[in-house]
């Protein structure tokens, strides 16, 4: 079926913007006197905030009552905002503009269907909004990825068929949740990522072929 519409991830695929969350989880764990590698960030890579902060308590061996649960989010999430606001124009990964105007010229719907909570801010600051037509993000879904949600969502607001979308994903939770939404997937990823459909290490450079999926 013929690709009608294409959804972005925004973490990692568009914008290098991982740091950011690594910084300010480091800093969260630091506050407990744990350490935050590089390893560890890799494990909540494309995972909601609340969801990567039980996955943490549990790989660090911390208790936290559900009130401070909830101040250590708002602490990480303040803490990510006060780092990503430096983000610019600048920060807009290798070919992403180009890759962005071709599919425009080729009359393809776009969205951006990340969990994330600060992706319109984001997205403003790099001038990157006005490429899409619609923006799916934390505020709009209740299921953190790998759940299918924000991208169905997605396809019901570009007024397409799941099966007639291709995503770009960065992570194994994002790919699964594009993969169990139905539609195609390409990983944007320096390693692979089993249930992806094509994996690729950046959008430099690419033409509209790479949106064929016929064997």
């Known amino acids: 079926m013929k690709i009608k519409a294409v959804i972005f991830d925004l973490d990692g695929v568009l914008l290098e913007t991982d740091r950011y969350h690594y910084l300010a989880w480091k800093r969260v764990l630091e506050g407990y006197g744990k350490e935050f590698s590089e390893e560890d960030n890799e494990l909540i890579k494309g995972v909601a905030r ?14 936290m ?24 124009e600048e920060d807009v990964l290798p070919g992403v503009r180009e890759f962005l105007e071709l599919l425009k010229s080729y009359g393809l719907k776009t969205g951006i269907a990340s969990t994330s909570d600060n992706s319109y801010v984001i997205l403003e600051l790099t001038g990157l909004m006005k490429y899409f037509d619609v923006l799916i993000d934390g505020y709009r879904v209740k299921e953190p990825k790998p759940n299918p949600e924000v991208y169905l969502v997605g396809a019901s607001e570009l007024k397409v068929k799941p099966e007639e979308c291709a995503v770009f994903e960065d992570s194994r939770a994002g790919v699964l949740a594009a993969k169990r939404a139905g539609m195609k997937v390409i990983a944007v990823s320096d390693k692979p990522i089993a249930e992806a459909d094509k994996r690729i290490d950046s959008l430099e450079g690419l033409d509209i072929s790479i949106l064929n999926f016929e064997a």
């Open 65 to 88: 009552s559900e009130v401070e649960k909830i101040s250590v989010l708002r602490k990480k999430n303040n803490w990510y905002l006060e780092y990503a606001m430096l983000i610019d």
């Open 50 to 63: 609340s969801k990567s902060l039980e996955i943490l308590l549990e790989m660090k061996g911390l208790r």
